[in-house]
T-cell receptor, first 114, second 112 residues
């Protein structure tokens, strides 16, 4: 089945230790997104790629970076995680259709910072 | 003013009940509207897109009122498995493919 895959599902890192989260998709969608979601809050868009074009949200901290080496893969790099970066990180994909840009989410990576 | 507002609930309803959620959005240029469902500690899953004329998918009916800038979701004959948080999602401006704004969600709990 076509899907969005995230690895790892659970990640524990130390304060200040760089971490990379990965996302892959078999949907062949041209748009990929990274969201941060904290408990009882709405998912917050960090950035997205439209094909190779990178779009950063204005309030996304510089500590968060992303790479998209090809259509199928996208990475989220957190250069120096702080305690406040503990959250669920969700990857999503979409493609333009007559219904706009419906987004399909991966299962998420739950990040713990110790 | 928050961009997408929802009543957080919880809505506690018995099985078989009909329940409705509303959502308001602030950007009149928004063009795309969706309802997502999110189970505890899981990812959001697309429930349905919302069309201008309103649309139905089984027990679920979505309506859009552009003049008043609100969206509704009606669930008929509630099942225990409908218990989840329902997220109202709106694109933030007329054309941006990435700028989806999520509401904080409305929690629904269906009891036996």
């Amino acid at each position: 089945d076509a899907m969005v895959i995230q690895n790892p599902r659970y990640q524990v890192t130390q304060f200040g230790k760089p971490v990379t989260l990965s996302c892959s998709q078999t949907l062949n969608h041209n748009v990929m997104y990274w969201y941060q979601q904290k408990s009882s809050q709405a998912p917050k868009l960090l950035f997205h790629y439209y094909d190779k074009d990178f779009n950063n949200e204005a309030d996304t901290p510089d500590n968060f970076q992303s790479r998209r080496p090809n259509t199928s893969f996208c990475f989220l790099d957190i250069r120096s995680p702080g305690l406040g970066d503990a959250a669920m990180y969700l990857c999503a994909t979409s493609i333009a259709s007559g219904r706009g840009y419906e987004q399909y989410f991966g299962p998420g990576t739950r990040l713990t910072v110790t | 003013r928050k961009e997408v507002e929802q009543d957080p609930g919880p809505f506690n309803v018995p099985e078989g009940a009909t329940v409705a959620f509303n959502c308001t959005y602030s950007n009149s240029a928004s063009q795309s509207f969706f309802w997502y469902r999110q189970d505890c500690r899981k990812e959001p899953k697309l429930l349905m897109s919302v069309y201008s004329s309103g649309n139905e998918d089984g027990r679920f009916t979505a309506q859009l009122n552009r003049a008043s800038q609100y969206i509704s979701l009606l669930i008929r004959d509630s099942k225990l498995s409908d218990s989840a948080t329902y997220l109202c999602v709106v694109n933030g401006d007329g054309g941006s493919q990435g700028n989806l704004i999520f509401g904080k969600g409305t929690k629904l709990s269906v009891k036996p």
